[in-house]
């Protein structure tokens, strides 16, 4: 299962204690997967030559790949 934090695209992260999958992977018999992405001015800037903006939505992507 991948699970993405929530956070408003400005904060958060996989890793916090309160998105912990341990009692979910035990009880259901599944791999939970927590990946980070980019959030705040870093998930929607653009800039010429370093993104397109929407970068944290193509973090995302890429760990869904």
């Known amino acids: 299962m ?4 929530g956070g408003g695209f400005s904060g958060g992260g996989g890793l ?7 009692a979910l992977a035990a009880e259901g018999d599944v791999v939970v997967v927590r990946p980070n992405y980019r ?3 870093l ?5 010429d ?4 903006g929407n970068l944290g939505l193509f973090d995302q992507l890429q760990a869904l790949r």
């Open 49 to 52: 030559g370093v993104g397109e």
């Open 2 to 5: 991948v699970f993405f934090h």
């Open 39 to 41: 959030l705040g001015s």
């Open 16 to 22: 916090l204690g309160w998105y912990d999958g341990a």
């Open 43 to 47: 998930c929607y800037l653009v800039l």
